[in-house]
């Protein structure tokens, strides 16, 4: 009822605006999209790294609402403010309601203090075509948080200009989540999310090349009191120390670990103009439990090469832009031959405390490649005690952009090979120098091949028009085809 009532209040409202001179900075967009896709199923491309913004599967019919007021950027004085609301309706065989944004937030000089559920993508990444961010890929709903942060490169006025950072510090609230107590025991904790960034920029404007580093921080925490009952010798505030400190902790009692659900990237980047081209390469350095410290997981991570057309010169066809991506987490300092690691294999997005590991309303907030059973084909082995079922993937990646005469056409195009978990590798998991052998058999090297391809075009009035079409062929998901038209009237 309550999401009802929202959206016919959002509709109202864009009507209203939509027949009144509208506040300066607001955007106002509602977008109507209809089609089909194969029944039970919807493909790879149209339900991964859409912010939670997914259509049904079968015949559906989907209408989204927003408003926007940006920061003015005419005018960039010391103080300004914004605000964001975007809720989808999807109508088919069934009907659901998601508020995708709702945030308000300020900017003080370079700072800014936000609040709410946004879009985000956390990591050094092309951020439009990518496969997938390892941290934060933008696949789930955004978690509800207040942070201030750094948002844009803010170059130090000192070195010459060399220097230039951005960052942010965040508090997110979950909910109630599926917990495994010590004691085996499950229950509903209440949850939340610390998260923290910190990116730095060496290179001046005027230069050619430019050097990026940092590295981003997420804990899933909360409620330890309960979990560790009734050994805990914490207060709350040392607890929270330790979570954004990354600490383990432990006593004769608690395993020694670090508190909550722990994970992040390092991220390094380099950046080359030439001509009219911008070159990026980055590479994610991922973490989980341990590995990492020990550089036991070093082959895992995210590679990126991306090619940006600055030109604006069209004669009928323009490329914007090229990227190429590869993504490896077999590794996870678990082969027999990786250093020792005493945590063992990272099994990522795993939790031995949060049943349901890195994910938010039961859909991965990472890398879209690392699956939950949700659309794996029934059949392929899977360790109960796992949620993502399949984290040991190998991925290329391919992603373009460009346009023809007045029409803009995106593809993205991708094929992996999947190994499933170590929990069904035929080496079994690994903790320190004990292995566990395979129980529930061996996740054989699975091929998939997906592919999204989106054209669109702006026509008068404010109105543009598209059509995206996706498909699934291999033997990790079932075969899968969509096609979805939309129509776009922006205020």
């Known amino acids: 009822m309550l999401k009802k009532y929202c959206l016919s209040q959002l509709i109202l409202l864009l009507s209203f605006l939509s027949l009144h001179s509208q506040p300066e900075n607001f955007h106002f967009n509602v977008t109507t999209l209809g089609g089909y896709t194969s029944a039970g199923t919807v493909p ?6 859409n912010f939670g913004s997914v259509p049904l599967d079968n015949a559906s019919l989907s209408l989204i609402g927003s408003v926007h007021k940006e920061y003015d950027t005419q005018k960039p004085g010391i103080f300004d403010w914004g605000v964001g609301v975007e809720g989808r309706a999807n109508l088919g065989k069934k009907s659901n309601f998601n508020i995708i944004e709702g945030y308000g937030k300020i900017r003080i000089s370079v700072f800014e ?28 709903l955004g978690i509800p948080k207040v942070e201030i942060s750094i948002p844009d490169f803010y170059t130090l006025p000192f070195f010459g200009h060399l220097f230039a950072f951005k960052g942010n510090y965040a508090h997110g609230w979950i909910g109630n989540t599926d917990v495994k107590l010590l004691s085996t025991e499950r229950t509903m904790l209440t949850t939340y999310m610390h998260q923290k960034s910190l990116y730095g920029r060496f290179g001046k404007k005027e230069w050619k090349w430019k050097l990026y ?3 981003n921080h997420q804990v899933f925490w909360g409620s330890e009191k309960s979990y560790y009952s009734p050994y805990l010798t914490l207060s709350p505030f040392e607890v929270y120390l330790y979570v954004v400190a990354g600490r383990p902790y432990g006593t004769d009692n608690i395993p020694y670990s670090k508190i909550g659900n722990q994970l992040g990237s390092i991220d390094l980047g380099f950046e080359y103009n ?7 390469a980055y590479r994610q350095f991922v973490y989980d439990i341990g590995a990492m410290y020990h550089l036991a997981n070093l082959r895992d991570g995210l590679n990126g090469l991306s090619f940006t057309n600055m030109s604006v010169i069209n004669n009928g066809f323009r490329w914007k832009k090229i990227l190429v991506e590869f993504f490896y987490t077999k590794n996870q300092g678990g082969e027999l031959w990786s250093p020792y690691s005493p945590s063992g294999d990272e099994n990522y997005y795993n939790n031995d405390q949060y049943i349901e590991g890195w994910s938010y309303k039961k859909i991965g907030i990472g890398n879209p490649f690392i699956g939950t059973r949700d659309y794996i084909r029934e059949g392929l082995p899977a360790d109960p005690r796992d949620y993502f079922i399949n984290n040991r993937v190998v991925v290329l990646h391919f992603g373009s952009e460009c346009s023809v005469r007045e029409w803009d056409f995106m593809l993205k195009a991708s094929y992996s090979l999947n190994y499933g978990t170590f929990g069904t590798d035929e080496v079994g998991h690994t ?13 054989e090297e699975t091929k998939q091949f997906s592919a999204f391809m989106e054209g669109s075009r702006t026509l008068n009035n404010g109105f543009r028009v598209g059509l995206v079409t996706a498909f ?17 009237k922006s205020f």
């Open 431 to 443: 903790l320190g120098k004990i292995r566990t052998l395979p129980r529930y058999g061996i996740f």
């Open 213 to 215: 580093g940092g590295f």
């Open 44 to 49: 790879f491309w149209l339900r991964s790294n």
């Open 113 to 140: 203090i936000k609040a709410g559920r946004s879009r985000e993508i956390m990591g050094l990444c092309d951020t439009s075509l990518t496969s997938g961010a390892f941290s934060v890929a933008g696949n789930s």
């Open 274 to 280: 030439i001509r009219n081209v911008k070159i990026l």
């Open 472 to 488: 699934d062929k291999g033997n990790l998901y079932y075969d899968s085809f969509g096609l979805i038209a939309s129509l776009v």
